[in-house]
């Protein structure tokens, strides 16, 4: 059976509120563990309207304290903008609340505009010392050296698995190089995902931590009892793309009728290429779109968001995404039989 995980990102929807989004998360976090998924990721994004997850680490504890066996982690961390040792340090402590079920997905974007990028204090140049963070941050992990000045405690000696996170060639080769995990955000940036695979594959670095590559890649789910009904939902993400691109991201909005009556073909045209790696429709529709997915990639794990207005329709489509994955199986243990 291929793992299915979940990534969210704390949907603030229209007339909401962050608290609600939260408390959103984690019963969406609940019904995931009660469905056999095997990872809650959230992400860190910041001055984003309709995104609660930004203080990241406070979002993971507050998960994994209401949860008992899922999998909780970063998908991810944005580590320039953070001191290594401080999330060492903040992991080090969910590890130690939370043990065996704690991820860390590290990823080089700024998870911000520029101007918020400077407000976190970060520099232009801070993506550049990427992988030296990386290592640096991996060796906090280490047993005790007597002669190490500096230890993230709690950290120290926590065998806290590490996953490095992309959109672009870059995270592949890094990933491979340093024999680690690794994720592919194609559920918003899908061009480059065939080739990134491909590269992180073949040349791959057995390591400490990796035998052999290991990939997980994310997909939009938007599932329904219909096509039609799934169609609609899948108008709200849509929306927010379409805002963020001209510069005025706001909370998640209601799902419309006719999106071509608000929107320019030409601007539909562009989300329609950024949200391709999206399974929208019902049970039948979405099963052939990740099995296919599946085929195409050979995907040892995949991650799905779920970015859908009303928290009810979101459990439904993680439930008709839980009836895939299993029917899925079935499949594959069909053609194992003959």
């Not at 563990?33 to 990241?56: C, D, K």
Request: one cysteine or more; glycine letters at 8%.
């Amino acid at each position: 059976m291929i793992p299915f995980s979940i990534l969210d990102l704390s949907p603030i929807v229209a007339g909401s509120t962050p608290t609600q989004a939260l408390h959103n998360s984690l019963d969406l976090a609940l019904h995931a563990e009660q469905l056999g998924f095997n990872r809650y990721w959230v992400a860190e994004h910041h001055n984003m309207p309709g995104i609660a997850s930004a203080a990241t680490s406070v979002v993971i504890g507050y998960i994994a304290g209401g949860t008992t066996t899922i999998r909780v982690g970063a998908g991810g961390i944005m580590l320039p903008n953070h001191s290594p040792l401080v999330i060492a340090e903040q992991f080090g402590t969910l590890e130690s609340l939370y043990p065996g079920r704690i991820d860390l997905g590290l990823g080089r974007a700024p998870g911000a505009d520029q101007v918020t990028a400077r407000a976190l204090r970060r520099e232009a140049t801070d993506v550049d010392t990427f992988p030296q963070d990386v290592v640096e941050l991996m060796h906090y992990f280490q047993p005790d050296e007597s002669n190490q000045f500096v230890q993230a405690i709690p950290g120290v000696g926590l065998a806290i698995p590490v996953w490095i996170l992309g959109s672009s060639l870059f995270g592949a080769q890094l990933a491979a190089m340093l024999g680690l995990p690794y994720a592919f955000a194609s559920h918003f940036s899908p061009t480059q995902l065939m080739r990134a695979l491909e590269v992180y594959r073949s040349r791959f670095k057995p390591s400490e931590y990796l035998k052999e590559p290991y990939a997980m890649v994310a997909v939009n789910v938007v599932a329904a009892d219909t096509d039609q009904e799934a169609e609609r939902l899948f108008t709200s993400v849509q929306q927010q793309f379409l805002h963020i691109r001209r510069g005025k991201a706001r909370q998640m909005q209601p799902p419309v009728d006719d999106l071509t009556a608000l929107w320019p073909d030409y601007e539909l045209a562009g989300i329609e290429q950024v949200l391709s790696c999206s399974a929208v429709g019902s049970p039948e529709t979405v099963q052939r779109g990740l099995a296919n997915l599946i085929e195409q990639t050979k995907a040892d794990e995949l991650i799905i968001s779920v970015p859908i207005y009303d928290h009810q329709a979101r459990r439904h489509s993680v439930e008709i995404a839980a009836q895939v994955r299993d029917e899925l199986t079935k499949g594959d243990k069909k053609l194992a039989a003959l």
